[in-house]
């Protein structure tokens, strides 16, 4: 079978990934039985908010539409560094390495939509949920929220949808949730939670910048509006909350735009879908699940063939490749069937779609994610100061 080459770094997990941005923030407000690898200061109150697909190089780019948060970045009381989103960069997979403190291969949410070995058939993990998958069976460990219940109090502010929908009963279950629609309300919920409770975690999810981004582009007049509403709403919380609270902004993965001619349809290439059974995944993170008997010269046969069509615009792994990378991290036993026994990862700004089990609307997404780019996978971790709402420094002046 071809080497493949140049294969990037599997993300740092327990050390430097969106799966430690809640147990540090536990062991920062005192709790025990929590380690602290991202070194977030001690504190009373800590608010974080998870930003869904604010990448940190299109921070970076776009920093113009978000003069807050520019400024924040170069305060003298601010802090930043960089995370990587799990694998896949995926909101299904972040969120719940976020959500539970652990890596997909032990949480079992290996992609947006994946095999379900008992039932034989490929489930959503997200909006479309499968009546027949169990959340809490599915994904077993506790949360971070479950964990700390009895010992600190824990709140989540998000939209009304959120507030029981089996992505959240799998991930995110056992705080106490706050719903609110418009961005006003979100951060007046917030501040009030904050400020009514002498210590709390709270958890702020902002899902509107990957809808746009999905929608428009990230490189689009919606998302640059999308990243003012935040940029705006951060200001607006900051200015809100007690001295004594940390404010963490982060993000579950990054996004790139992909041009429409690139938007592949896979299956029509007989090889490349030759011995398969089963299609899931990202459009930039491809599994492939092969027929049950189908041997070792089959799925060589698979890589080889994706290998000369698509080699130089994107990774194609084995399974056992993949878990050899520490991708997934240690993977359960029970989660290695949910893997595609061969894993297409972008490299170029490219999507293959299989057309015989997804609508052609699903083509005209332009913001898209899930694979291993810098793009993709970097995500800030910025600790806004409350003093940056007012301009001021909060350091003593000797």
């Known amino acids: 079978m071809p080497a493949q080459e140049s294969l990037p770094k599997a993300p740092g997990y327990g050390r430097s990934t969106v799966g430690e941005v809640l147990t540090s923030s536990a062991a920062a407000l005192g709790v025990p039985g929590f380690t ?3 070194k977030i200061p001690s504190s009373r109150r800590i608010c974080v908010v998870l930003v869904d697909g ?5 921070l970076a780019q776009r920093a113009a539409h978000a003069p807050f948060l520019r400024s924040v970045m ?3 009381d601010s802090r930043m560094a960089t995370l990587s989103a799990s694998f896949p960069s995926t909101t299904v997979s972040s969120l719940t390495s976020l959500g539970t403190g652990v890596a997909p291969g032990q949480h079992g949410m290996v992609g947006y939509d994946v095999l379900d070995p008992a039932q034989d058939k490929v489930v959503n993990l997200l909006g479309g ?7 809490l069976a599915w994904q077993p460990f506790p949360t971070i929220f479950e964990r700390l219940r009895g010992k600190i109090p824990v709140a989540t502010v998000s939209l009304p949808k959120f507030a029981d929908s089996p992505m959240t009963r799998a991930a995110l279950r056992g705080s106490e949730f706050t719903a609110a629609t418009s961005p006003h309300a979100r951060t007046a919920a917030a501040a009030e ?3 009514a409770n002498e210590n709390m975690l709270l958890y702020f999810y902002w899902s509107e910048l990957d809808k746009a981004g999905h929608g428009h ?3 689009s007049a919606a998302w640059e509006h999308q990243l003012e509403e935040l940029d705006a709403a951060m200001k607006r919380l900051a200015a809100q ?4 609270t940390i404010l963490l902004l982060t993000a579950d993965h990054g996004m790139l735009d992909v041009p429409e001619h690139a938007r592949i349809d896979f299956s029509a290439e007989r090889e490349l879908v030759a011995g398969v059974r089963h299609t899931a995944g990202e459009p930039r993170m491809v599994h492939l699940y092969l027929e049950p008997d189908a041997g070792d010269q089959v799925r060589d046969s698979l890589v080889e063939a994706w290998l000369r069509r698509y080699g130089k615009q994107a990774w ?5 490749q993949a878990v050899r990378a520490g991708y997934f991290g240690t993977v359960r036993p029970e989660v290695l069937g949910r893997i595609g026994d061969v894993l297409i990862a972008a490299r170029e700004p490219i999507a293959f779609y299989d057309l015989r089990r997804v609508r052609s609307s699903a083509m005209e997404v332009v913001g898209q994610h899930g694979s291993l780019t810098k793009v993709e996978r970097e995500v800030p971790l910025l600790q806004i100061p409350m003093s940056a709402a007012s301009g001021r420094s909060g350091r003593r002046r000797g």
Not at 54 to 58: F, I, R, S, T, V
Request: aromatic share 4%; glycine share 10%.
């Open 74 to 76: 170069t305060h003298p």
């Open 36 to 38: 602290n690898p991202l």
């Open 241 to 244: 909350l007690p001295s004594d």
């Open 54 to 58: 604010l990448g940190k190089a299109l």
């Open 193 to 195: 939670l904050l400020t």
């Open 129 to 135: 949920w499968d009546a027949g998958v169990d959340p």
């Open 217 to 219: 582009g990230c490189q």
């Open 316 to 320: 194609v792994l084995t399974r056992e």
